[in-house]
């Protein structure tokens, strides 16, 4: 703690000096006035205790809010290692000097009484803050004194000082004590004032300058005063009204540089009005802060904000539900994204009840000053939940574990069942700065790196064990014996008992309709082209000679991924098509994915999952043949071995696309129903807790648009995958914007995997759609239709990618070979441009295969 010009003790008559004093620094108060003094001291202030030789409850003063506390050396023995030394000044008399080696371990600072600045100055102990009680109340030598002593400091009775601009024969001024020791090496005597906002959290406002002048009436006044180099005194608002409340004034640490703290009102601070400081906006905490206040006076009736202000059981769940997911957050992305989440509802509530930033801070300094603290402890209640002692959730029901479809397991169980509203949020377009827009955009990162040397030790182990290694880990992760992890054909047809009619009939319905849209991409003759008289150029297809298809199986059944990866590959010809599929405990796989096997013309089926099959594909072993493409959905295991053997240059294999986590985007306009917004929705939220659902409504009514949130709360509840849905909805959001328009551009800026259109005209639409995986066009075309059974596939690009890659298709199974056939006349016309061209890149070789023929074709 550096120590003030001056510390005022504070006496009866000097509660009148308070605001002013309270600008400069800590206030002295006698243990015997504390009770009285406190209440008329401003909040901002900081105070120092002058203990009585009777005070009990030295601790409590320091709990209560003192700064430090001044002692005697017998009440140092009392207080020793039970506070902290630089909450300690000990007052002594000159003749205690001596003692001072021992203790300057145990205290901060000196109280020297009947002593001298030159006494003090020759104590050498620069870690310890010196105050001199001084022996004349002449304020002449006190204000002499104040300028020799720094870095000491004196201290005054308030008898003895006064609120005038100078100093008089019987009274100190305030303002002439503070500045006696403040220097400048300016020519014109000015300095350097930066000025800050106590609104937001001493953010800085602008760099203005400084006289004695100025600062003199700033103290007395308690307002904004400045010098300007070019106009004279400068009272801040004067003219424009934005007047401000000065809180504290500081000098730095050379003394040659002061900070003003103050309360900005009116129209701001800097002179162009569209920033709120001469260094631009505000950001972060200190911009929230303003947002939440604007829109605590103007948010519309009924609107989300105003809900948030005025609904207490939502606000109360949000703060809750935020706190939770920042308790459950894992990387550092995670942390600061649902910290800031957190943040946002926990300031609503503070702005709700008129708390501040400034505020906060207030407290969360008086917090830091207590010497008495307690355990620390949770509270039970939370304790109990933490803990696992909290009342046993129900079982969820077995579809909620075996549901169609799940890109992850369902949590063995939750801490209790949740029965709270299920929304997604809202924001207005229109109201996000660019960075803003940006975050919407986000998905949630996944650490590849850290998965790629998870997956490596795995990959590895394959590649140098092969077969015997494939099946270690197949027992170890899958708790499947196998004596071999390959399945040839031909395959057993499942029995009815095992694949009922019913499920055969649809798989046959998806399958026939999946082949007939795949078949028709299908390049049916050669592309040819004569760029010149003599010159024919063509491009002709040709399948992928082997090619890997991963089904993630295990507990789940997914006969749609096995159609969607299977077909293709069939009408695009590949000669060898690996089925990788993770094996049941008995070694077998679902009925469903073994006829899509039959059905599609796998020749392989790989009984493995995770990064162990993607490994044995993509090398081959000497049961499992190797491949060149690998093509699937997968957990981040799956997807980090892709990764790592796309790279690997002795694999030599291609992947289809990156993958991430499951995305919809739905636009929904006036024409839309709400029942089916909410399906949509859901259908793509109980994929997984890490699925990214977005709805973009366009100009919606407030009716309409609670319409849908109800929707979503009454079909969620009724899911058996509830949970998973709900932890998807809390990270959703309902994007507003005005116009059509709008919405397509920012589907366009997400590139979603799924883009669905509720819309008036949505054929139309469609022509303004860029980037997209798949579209569902008009209130009856879900994306359920898409994933199983209308005939595109629904292997998709996720996490934005849509603007680079396609879906899975047929050409994604094929490579396209191009030819030329240039004849002798041909070669005349083209041969002198090649050779020139060779020449000038200096390819003597590229120009001399030209011109030996062009030589034979002129004999």
Partial sequence: MSTPPFLPLIDPSGSTLLPSLALLGPVLIPATLVQAVLPTLPSQASYYVQAADSSDDLISFLDNGAQRIVISPSQLEELAGQVPQERLILKIEESQISSLKNLSSQISGIYLTSSTA???????????DLFIQHPSPNPTDLLDSIKSSRPSSYVIPTKYL???????????SIAEAFLAPIITDRPDGLFP??????????????????????????????????????????????????????????????SDALIFEVVQHGTGFCHVPTQSTCFGNFSGLAKLEDTLKSRLENAPEGSYTKRIFTDEKLLRSKIMEEAEELCDAKTTDEVAFEAADLFYFALARCISQGVSLKDVEKALDKKSLKVTRR???????????????????????????????????????????DESEIKMRNVRLSTLNKEEQKKLLLRPVLNSLAMIDK?????????????????????????????????????????????????????????????????????KKPLEVETMPGVRCSRFVRPISRVGIYVPGGTAILPSTAIMLGVPAQVAGCKTIVLATPPRPDGSISPEVLYVAKLT?????????????????????????????????????????????????????????????????????????????????????????????????????????????????????????????????????????????????FSNEYA??????????????????????????????????????????????????????????????????TSQLVSGDGLKVLGP???????????????????????????
């Fill in 193 to 254: 004032t930066i000025v800050s906002s106590s609104n937001h959290s001493t953010s800085p406002l602008g760099l203005v300058y400084s006289s004695k002048e100025s600062v003199t009436e700033a103290i007395l006044t308690q307002k904004g005063v400045y010098q300007s180099r070019k106009h004279g005194l400068w009272r801040k608002g004067e003219t424009s009204g934005a007047v401000q409340e000065l809180v504290s004034v500081r000098t730095d640490c050379d």
């Fill in 833 to 859: 441009s090649v050779v020139r061209l060779a020449e000038r890149e200096g390819l003597e070789a590229h120009a001399n295969a030209v011109r030996v023929r062009l030589a034979e074709l002129n004999k």
């Fill in 455 to 523: 997956v490596k030790p795995i990959v590895e182990r394959v590649r140098k064990e092969g077969d015997a290694g494939l099946k270690a880990m197949t027992k170890q992760f899958d708790k499947a014996d196998l004596s071999s992890n390959v399945l040839l054909p031909p395959f057993q047809t499942p029995t009815e008992e095992q694949l009922p009619l019913d499920v055969k009939n649809a798989i046959d319905v998806a399958y026939s309709n999946v082949k007939t849209f795949h078949e028709a991409q299908s390049e």
């Fill in 601 to 745: 013309g796998v020749t392989c089926i790989l009984k493995a999952g995770g990064a162990q099959a993607v490994g044995a594909m993509a090398y081959g072993t000497d049961e499992v043949p190797k491949v060149d493409k690998i093509f699937g959905p997968g957990n981040q295991w799956v997807t980090a071995a892709k990764m790592l053997v796309q790279n690997d240059t002795d694999a030599l294999v291609a992947i289809d696309m990156p993958a991430g986590p499951s995305e919809v985007l739905v636009i929904a306009d006036h024409t839309a129903n709400p029942i089916f917004v909410a399906s949509d929705l859901l259908s793509q939220a109980e994929h997984g807790t890490d699925s990214q659902v977005v709805l973009v409504a366009i100009n919606l009514t407030q009716s309409l648009l609670d319409e849908i949130e109800n929707q979503i709360d009454i079909q969620a509840k009724a899911l058996p995958r509830v949970a998973i849905a709900r932890e998807a909805i809390k990270k959703s959001v309902i994007v507003l914007v005005d116009t059509e328009e709008q919405a397509l551009d």
């Fill in 375 to 417: 355990k620390g402890d949770g509270k039970p209640k939370w304790e109990e939940k933490i803990n696992g002692n909290a009342p046993a959730p129900a079982e969820l029901p077995k579809e909620a574990k075996e549901g169609s479809k799940p890109t992850e397991p369902i949590p063995k169980s939750f801490p209790e069942v």
């Fill in 752 to 817: 979603p995997e799924h883009l669905i259109l509720h819309l008036e005209d949505a054929t139309k639409a469609v022509e303004k759609v860029d980037n997209a995986g798949s579209v569902f066009v008009g209130a009856f075309s879900p994306e359920s239709c898409g994933d199983y059974a209308s005939g595109t596939n629904h292997t998709l690009p996720t996490n934005g990618f849509a603007r680079q890659f396609s879906g899975v298709n047929t050409l994604s199974f094929q490579k396209h070979i």
């Fill in 118 to 128: 030159h006494t003090a100055k020759s104590l050498g102990l620069s870690n310890i």
């Fill in 162 to 172: 006064s609120a005038s601009a100078k100093t008089t024969s019987t009274h100190l």
